[in-house]
């Protein structure tokens, strides 16, 4: 394999965590002339997660989920390679001693020297983790200033224009989004709405009612986009009529619209469950915030303390000349957690913990079949509960790059925005 296009698969494949998935890596290497396609697979790519220096191995986490052990010795030469470098120029030779756990590696030719098959490693190219941090704090901070969520309403194909319902502070607005040929358009992968998994795509697959996510310059209402993922979102919940484990299968009857669905689960499908104290939790606060098992007298004090609080914020505009906030009882406590965050804290739970009739929100990608829908989350618990984490926005797929905070680019727009759309199933390459 000549230099060059050593240089062309590092580039590509370091930058894999800040947002380019395996299967584009794989693409890209195989449109490099001088890199065959065995001699790609040969690579081992991933996070280092143990350093044995008296042993002279590193296991590594691999982006397929592997964990393997390379060896290493004298002559093995590390080099680190900043984030976002396209040459190997930028590298900085170093030592074993400055591999840490966590850090992103390429190892050329890594496949044949697991467990020491073939001797040590020549070669390892690092990505340091703080660097990776760093780089995707970037990324989060770049999509919080300029992306843009919604819904596709419409499509000018002569135009490469797209006219999208995005919600923001502002309320509900139609964004008109161009997608100039140097646009990065992918389409979420089946059963993922992980950015990171997305496929390679163009404009000609983006249908009306997908919903997309938009990175790029904004005037006013229009967008000139330079990144554009798409894709059918579905979220639903409902209750399980029936299970098949052998095909990996619920069927699950929508509470919205009493139709069947089929939810397939795919092997990155996560299974989770609610905690049982969470529904009480949830009803002491709900009663307490409705004045339940409240006196009259307690009841008047509070009634007191809001009206004196008004008073105040009114005294404070007036000083200020500023408007007065609106008193909501829906205004989130400091320190409260978004529902995306509650429920990355559900235990993990296998499909042989359901059964049937329990109440299930699931949320994946549809398909061109509208009665079934491709699994990413499947989450398990008190109905209630399950409706309000999806009225809150639980279902919605927030995170534009692993640890962006939801609600950076505005929520879904409502109505049909929830339901399977039919619509082309994202290319496979």
Do not use: C
Request: glycine share 10%; charged share 25%; no cysteine.
């Amino acid at each position: 394999m000549t230099k060059y296009s050593l240089i062309f698969i590092f580039s590509a494949v370091l930058m894999a965590p800040t947002g380019s998935s395996s299967a584009e890596v794989k693409a890209q290497v195989s449109q490099t002339p001088a890199a065959s396609p065995r001699a790609a697979q040969q690579h081992v790519i991933g996070e280092v997660t143990a350093i044995d220096s008296v042993a002279s191995r590193i296991t590594v986490k691999t982006d397929a989920g592997a964990s393997v052990s390379i060896t290493t010795n004298e002559r093995t030469i590390y080099r680190r390679l900043p984030p976002g470098q396209t040459s190997l120029s930028a590298a900085t030779t170093i030592s074993s001693a400055d591999v840490k756990v966590g850090d992103r590696v390429l190892i050329p030719g890594g496949a044949a020297l697991i467990d020491g098959g073939a001797g040590p490693a020549r070669q390892v190219i690092v990505m340091a983790r703080e660097a990776v941090a760093a780089r995707l704090e970037q990324q989060r901070e770049d999509w919080r200033n300029r992306g843009v969520n919604g819904r596709v309403v419409a499509i000018d194909a002569a135009r490469n224009e797209l006219s999208v319902e995005s919600r923001s502070r502002d309320g509900v607005q139609t964004v008109i989004v161009a997608a100039p040929a140097k646009t990065r358009i992918r389409r979420y992968a089946p059963g993922s709405l992980r950015p990171a998994d997305a496929l390679p795509g163009s404009f000609a697959d983006i249908r009306v009612g997908d919903q997309v996510r938009v990175l790029g310059n904004r005037e006013d209402l229009r967008v000139t986009a330079e990144e554009i993922i798409s894709g059918t979102v579905a979220r639903l919940v409902g209750t399980i009529e029936n299970i098949d484990a052998a095909r990996g299968e619920l069927m699950v009857k929508d509470s919205s619209n009493g139709k069947p669905m089929v939810i397939a689960l795919l092997p990155n499908t996560t299974i989770r469950q609610v905690p049982a104290d969470l529904a009480e939790t949830i009803g002491r606060g709900q009663r307490r915030g409705n004045g339940e098992n409240l006196t009259e007298e307690q009841r008047a004090a509070r009634r007191a303390a809001r009206r004196e609080q008004g008073e105040r914020r009114r005294d404070d505009s007036q000083r200020t000349g500023a408007a007065a906030p609106v008193a909501s009882g829906n205004q989130p406590r400091a320190g409260s957690r978004n529902p995306q965050q509650m429920m990355a804290a559900f235990p993990v739970i296998t499909v042989a913990d359901l059964k049937k009739g329990d109440a299930v929100m699931v949320m994946g990608t549809g398909t061109a079949d509208t009665s079934r829908v491709m699994a990413a989350t499947v989450i398990t618990g008190d109905a209630e509960i399950l409706q309000r984490l999806q009225r809150r926005g639980g279902g919605r797929p927030e995170n534009m790059s692993p640890g962006l905070p939801s609600g950076v680019m505005g929520g879904g727009t409502g109505g049909d925005v929830d339901r399977p759309q039919p619509a082309t199933p994202p290319r496979q390459r």
